[in-house]
């Protein structure tokens, strides 16, 4: 399966590091991220991936703050976690999401309203900025 855009993008933006998939599915942006030199923990609430969890219980994520050079959060909408992909982001490092937003035909409880995606990222370096019916960003931590 091909890799979400905004992944490819944000690998062009930033050396390869450790990178974190959250709601990773089938892996296709993390297979691409390994390809391309990342070295990728994959989270979702299937057993295949690589660490199993609920990332609607809306604990704190097992990691140290400041521990992945790209967090990547496509096509899973559960708000409270941008704090967390924030948190554990290392300075320099980047968060790319793609999301549907509500002018996709989506249903509304998995879209975003135009411009909420890049308020989440409030005093970040905006690096990759589109909105349609998907709103992408990559955004880099201070
Ligand atoms: C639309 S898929 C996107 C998968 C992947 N990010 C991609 O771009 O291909 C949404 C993913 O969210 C996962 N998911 C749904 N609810 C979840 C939860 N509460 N905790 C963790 N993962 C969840 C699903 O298992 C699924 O893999």
């Known amino acids: 399966m091909e890799p979400a855009r905004v992944v490819v993008e944000a690998a062009k933006l930033v050396p390869p590091g450790r990178a974190l ?6 892996g296709r942006n ?4 390994k390809q391309h030199g990342w070295s990728v ?3 979702d609430i299937v057993e295949e991936a690589d660490i199993v969890l609920d990332l609607e219980a809306n604990d704190p994520l097992p990691f140290e703050s400041d521990s992945f050079d ?22 320099g490092g980047v968060v790319a999401s793609a999301i549907h937003t ?11 309203a135009i411009g909420e995606l890049r308020s989440y ?6 690096l990759l900025d589109r909105e349609d019916a998907i709103a992408e960003i990559v955004a880099r931590k201070p």
């Open 21 to 26: 998939d959250l709601a990773c599915g089938r």
């Open 30 to 33: 993390a297979t691409f991220l």
């Open 41 to 43: 923990v994959g989270v």
């Open 70 to 91: 790209m967090v990547c959060i496509v096509h899973f909408l559960w708000r409270p976690l941008f704090a967390q992909a924030r948190r554990v982001t290392r300075a």
């Open 102 to 112: 509500t002018r996709s035909t989506m249903n509304p409880k998995y879209t975003v």
């Open 121 to 126: 990222f409030a005093g970040w370096e905006i």
